[in-house]
């Protein structure tokens, strides 16, 4: 079995320096796929002053948005939820990654923002990020090249919550890679 680690962020920002309110993780085997909900997964809401504090940048337009979603999607970001602080967040994602077998992808929607976004925070607290740059991979390419082959994504809306939101894209990722393998010539 192979390790890979999908991560993804909630943001009160879209820049390279968002804050982040929420960070989740979950490890699979791209080529096994598996009930997602059995997938080993943790997520973390982050104090966004924290973030502030390391050079984090809020956005206006985006605080708007969550401000205009259900109660049920604010839940993750909204005040008095249980907070870390960023660095803690660092350390603990750090050592969930480096438990058990090696992690040889680490996965995102998108090679511009979840994992750019958390590479400025390791940097901006002095500790190492733990992925190397070869490692780095991202769904929507894989998307892509499924596409072509005429798989179908579902473009149901996400939750918005971190460790929900990176089950349904384990989800996608396994069933496009399952396209382009059957398509491969013997």
């Given at each position: 079995?192979?390790?890979h680690?999908?991560?993804?962020?909630?943001?009160?920002?879209?820049?390279?320096?968002?804050?982040?309110?929420?960070?989740?993780?979950?490890?699979?085997?791209?080529?096994?796929?598996?009930?997602v909900?059995?997938?080993?997964?943790?997520?973390?809401?982050?104090?966004?002053?924290?973030c502030?504090?390391?050079?984090?940048?809020?956005?206006?337009?985006?605080?708007?948005?969550?401000?205009?979603q259900?109660?049920?999607?604010?839940?993750?970001?909204?005040?008095?939820?249980?907070?870390?602080?960023?660095?803690?967040?660092?350390?603990?994602?750090?050592?969930?990654?480096?438990?058990?077998?090696?992690?040889?992808?680490?996965?995102?929607?998108?090679?511009?923002?979840?994992?750019?976004?958390?590479?400025?925070?390791?940097?901006?607290?002095?500790?190492?990020?733990?992925?190397?740059?070869?490692?780095?991979?991202?769904?929507?390419?894989?998307?892509?090249?499924?596409?072509?082959?005429?798989?179908?994504?579902?473009?149901?809306?996400?939750?918005?919550?971190?460790l929900?939101?990176?089950?349904?894209?384990?989800?996608?990722?396994?069933?496009?890679?399952?396209?382009?393998?059957?398509?491969?010539q013997?």
């Amino acid at each position: 079995m192979t390790r890979h680690a999908m991560i993804d962020l909630e943001t009160l920002g879209v820049g390279p320096r968002a804050v982040i309110v929420q960070v989740g993780i979950c490890f699979f085997d791209p080529w096994a796929p598996k009930h997602v909900a059995d997938l080993e997964g943790h997520s973390w809401n982050v104090d966004p002053e924290s973030c502030a504090s390391l050079g984090g940048q809020y956005d206006g337009s985006t605080i708007m948005w969550w401000l205009a979603q259900s109660a049920v999607t604010r839940e993750g970001i909204a005040p008095g939820a249980s907070r870390w602080v960023m660095r803690s967040v660092l350390n603990v994602l750090t050592a969930v990654m480096q438990r058990g077998a090696a992690v040889e992808g680490v996965w995102a929607q998108g090679a511009a923002f979840d994992i750019p976004i958390l590479e400025h925070y390791f940097s901006t607290a002095g500790l190492e990020v733990p992925w190397g740059y070869g490692r780095v991979r991202d769904t929507r390419t894989v998307y892509w090249a499924a596409e072509s082959l005429g798989w179908q994504r579902d473009r149901s809306t996400t939750a918005h919550s971190a460790l929900a939101d990176c089950r349904a894209q384990v989800a996608q990722l396994q069933s496009a890679l399952a396209v382009i393998g059957s398509s491969r010539q013997p």
